[in-house]
């Protein structure tokens, strides 16, 4: 995986990020979902990596990343404090402007990413999700089944932790292979990669902060951006799977468009996992918008 790339850490914004660099040209940075690291774009970074320089990164909390302690305010994990480290990183690899594409948790670091550094970032993908507050906000019975897990995580300390640590496989077969696709989509190599990630000390902590955040302290962010009108400027692609439940649950497009002002998108035939699922649909995509 990751052919021509090489593996790094860089201290930043007082943690240490680990990502992978490859390639040559304008910066791209890839932010992972849930409950992955940055080896989810194994099938397209090589791709990417031959029109960009691609910085695939581990979202603090996740992958190689650190995973800084909890506090109450779970604000060492909201979307703010992880854009800043990706902003800070970026910087630190010699650019101050990029593009950026995200699934899932990283696309919801991507979208405060843009709010709070808007002359960062040149353009955007995002996959899979619709903005956190509509996604909350519009909460119904058939979100809460299929995404059971937003509900499961955000529970006080130390239930969810433990019950994720005593079978950290199991959660991962549960979550990741309950989505349209099944298991199917995902190599033994990145699997395992995956596995051994969640099984790293912490990692049960930082996966439930960063969802404690999401329903605490990102709200408010998000809150605070529209009551004063604050929205994204950049040009937006937003991407969703046709099998999957953010399409069956919200209008994402609809979404999108009350808090950005120049967005397209579709849906793609796939489910969750758009990068490991339709990869080649990814890339035709995402090439012609990013360039």
């Given at each position: 995986?990751?052919?021509?790339?090489?593996?790094?850490?860089?201290?930043?914004?007082?943690?240490?990020?680990?990502?992978?660099?490859?390639?040559?040209?304008?910066?791209?940075?890839?932010?992972?979902?849930?409950?992955?690291?940055?080896v989810i774009w194994h099938k397209v970074a090589e791709q990417l990596a031959e029109h960009f320089t691609v910085v695939a990164a581990d979202l603090r909390g996740y992958g190689d990343s650190d995973r800084p302690a909890a506090t109450d305010d779970h604000a060492p994990y909201s979307k703010r404090?992880?854009?800043?480290?990706?902003?800070?990183?970026?910087?630190?690899?010699?650019?101050?402007?990029?593009?950026?594409?995200?699934?899932?948790?990283?696309?919801?670091?991507?979208?405060?990413?843009?709010?709070?550094?808007?002359?960062?970032?040149?353009?955007?993908?995002?996959?899979?999700?619709?903005?956190?507050?509509?996604?909350?906000?519009?909460?119904?019975?058939?979100?809460?089944?299929?995404?059971?897990?937003?509900?499961?995580?955000?529970?006080?300390?130390?239930?969810?932790?433990?019950?994720?640590?005593?079978?950290?496989?199991?959660?991962?077969?549960?979550?990741?292979?309950?989505?349209?696709?099944?298991?199917?989509?995902?190599?033994?190599?990145?699997?395992?990669?995956?596995?051994?990630?969640?099984?790293?000390?912490?990692?049960?902590?930082?996966?439930?902060?960063?969802?404690?955040?999401?329903?605490?302290?990102?709200?408010?962010?998000?809150?605070?951006?529209?009551?004063?009108?604050?929205?994204?400027?950049?040009?937006?692609?937003?991407?969703?799977?046709?099998?999957?439940?953010?399409?069956?649950?919200?209008?994402?497009?609809?979404?999108?468009?009350?808090?950005?002002?120049?967005?397209?998108?579709?849906?793609?035939?796939?489910?969750?996992?758009?990068?490991?699922?339709?990869?080649?649909?990814?890339?035709?995509?995402?090439?012609?918008?990013?360039?």
């Amino acid at each position: 995986m990751f052919s021509g790339f090489s593996k790094a850490q860089r201290h930043v914004n007082g943690v240490t990020i680990a990502y992978r660099i490859g390639g040559s040209g304008p910066g791209l940075l890839l932010l992972h979902g849930h409950p992955q690291t940055h080896v989810i774009w194994h099938k397209v970074a090589e791709q990417l990596a031959e029109h960009f320089t691609v910085v695939a990164a581990d979202l603090r909390g996740y992958g190689d990343s650190d995973r800084p302690a909890a506090t109450d305010d779970h604000a060492p994990y909201s979307k703010r404090v992880m854009a800043q480290d990706n902003v800070a990183l970026m910087a630190e690899l010699g650019f101050e402007r990029f593009s950026v594409l995200a699934h899932d948790r990283g696309a919801r670091v991507a979208h405060r990413l843009a709010l709070d550094h808007p002359d960062a970032v040149q353009r955007m993908v995002l996959l899979d999700i619709a903005p956190t507050l509509a996604m909350y906000s519009q909460t119904n019975e058939a979100f809460a089944r299929a995404y059971w897990h937003w509900f499961f995580l955000i529970r006080p300390a130390p239930l969810p932790e433990t019950l994720l640590e005593a079978n950290p496989e199991g959660y991962l077969r549960s979550v990741m292979g309950s989505r349209s696709a099944g298991l199917a989509p995902f190599t033994e190599q990145a699997f395992a990669e995956y596995l051994r990630c969640l099984q790293r000390p912490g990692s049960a902590m930082g996966i439930c902060e960063d969802y404690r955040a999401s329903a605490s302290i990102d709200l408010t962010h998000d809150r605070a951006d529209l009551e004063r009108g604050h929205g994204l400027t950049l040009p937006l692609l937003v991407l969703w799977g046709a099998e999957g439940t953010v399409g069956r649950c919200f209008q994402p497009l609809e979404e999108w468009r009350q808090v950005a002002t120049d967005v397209r998108g579709r849906a793609l035939p796939a489910g969750h996992y758009i990068a490991e699922e339709a990869p080649q649909l990814l890339l035709d995509e995402a090439l012609r918008f990013l360039r």
